[in-house]
Structure formats: structure tokens, C-alpha cells
């Protein structure tokens, strides 16, 4: 019987928090989250009550939950990330697979008609801004380049376009680390499964 509980716990947890958004409480002294580092016992979050580790593997399985496949051409290189124009989704073929990035003299259209799936891993489309991209060796992205990368939901993000035109977009970390760290910083954020 106990293990009956548990199994129906995870599925009530898991078809709850699919479609629904999740809040991220108010968090204090935060260590970061490492994937594989053992069970430590952290400050309890402030609104919830709930211990640090346990509200971080929440945030993981919300992470993972709102994936997408960002493959699309770079509109803008910036310090911290890039702006891409996702949807191009005759990037996901070998050989321009075997990298995370493919320079602009690849063949590549954009796809029409397509709507953005919700299930995870579903490709993205539109403008977004991706961070924490992964080390290259030689040679790095540049302005026009292709990017075909997985991304996990990390907020929104501003960024001045064509001379002070501001536009915000959603904003994916390449790194689930950094994602889930992103979102026990940034309490008053949502997770939620990108529309």
C-alpha cells in the first residue's frame, strides 16, 4: 500500500504541475544546485516551508517540463547570450547536429505555418535570448550564424534592438544548472511551460 501512495503522489505532482505555472517562493541563502551533489539540509524556503533541495528539484522537473529545441539564425550577439530567430527547423539534420552552432553559409529556411508544441523539447519559435551557451572550440558564433540547442526556461529578457527600440523575449539557459539556479534567485518569477 505505501508504495501505492507514492506512485499516485508522483502522478498527482507530475499532471499538476505540466500545465500549470509554478511560483517560485521568496528564497534566502541559496546554494547553488549541482546535478548528482548529495542531499544537503538547506535554509526551509520562506513562503512554502519547504527545504531548499526539495523546492530546487521542483524547479528541475519544471525546467525539464518547459524545454524547447531552439534551432534558428542569430540576430544579435551580446555579452551575456544571443538573440535568435528560432524556428528553423531544417537545422535539426545530421551532420549540422553533431554542433551546437553552424556557420551562416549553411542552407536553412524558416518554417512556415508551424506552431509551437507544449511537450517537452517541442521547437521553439520566435525571438528568444539564450544564455549560459556551451564552450566552443575555434571558432564562435557570430552575427547570422545558426544555433540548434536545447534551452531551459529562464524568465524574459530585455535587449535594445535597432537604436533604442527595447524588445523583451523569453530567455533560455542552454544550462539546466544555471536554469534552475536562475529561478531560486529570482523568486517572484513563474515557471511555466513556454506558449
Excluded at 526551509?44 to 534551432?71: F, H, K, L, M, V
Excluded at 545530421?94 to 512556415?112: D, E, I, K, N
Excluded at 528568444?128 to 547570422?144: E, H, I, M, Q, W
Aim: charged share 15%; glycine share 8%.
Amino acid at each position: 500500500m505505501p508504495k501505492r501512495i507514492d506512485i499516485c503522489s508522483v502522478l498527482i505532482f507530475v499532471a499538476l504541475s505540466a500545465p500549470a505555472q509554478t511560483n517560485v517562493a521568496g528564497v534566502t541563502n541559496i546554494p547553488p544546485v549541482v546535478s548528482g551533489a548529495a542531499p544537503q539540509h538547506f535554509e526551509s524556503d520562506t513562503n512554502s516551508g519547504q527545504p531548499i533541495a526539495q523546492r530546487a528539484e521542483q524547479i528541475r522537473a519544471a525546467c525539464i517540463e518547459g524545454r524547447r529545441s531552439i534551432c534558428g539564425k542569430i540576430l544579435q550577439v551580446l555579452p551575456d547570450g544571443l538573440v535568435v530567430d528560432s524556428g528553423y527547423t531544417n537545422l535539426l539534420r545530421a551532420p549540422l547536429t553533431r554542433s551546437w552552432f553552424a556557420p551562416g553559409t549553411v542552407s536553412a529556411t524558416r518554417a512556415v505555418n508551424v506552431v509551437e508544441g507544449l511537450e517537452p523539447n517541442s521547437v521553439c519559435i520566435g525571438p528568444v535570448f539564450l544564455t549560459n551557451l556551451p564552450k566552443s572550440r575555434g571558432a564562435k558564433p557570430k552575427l547570422y550564424d545558426y544555433v540548434m540547442i536545447e534551452g531551459y526556461p529562464a524568465g524574459q529578457h530585455t535587449y535594445t534592438s535597432v537604436g533604442s527600440v527595447q524588445k523583451t523575449v523569453r530567455a533560455f539557459s542552454a544550462s539546466l544548472d544555471s536554469a534552475v539556479n536562475w529561478h531560486l534567485k529570482n523568486s517572484q518569477n513563474q515557471i511555466e511551460p513556454t506558449k
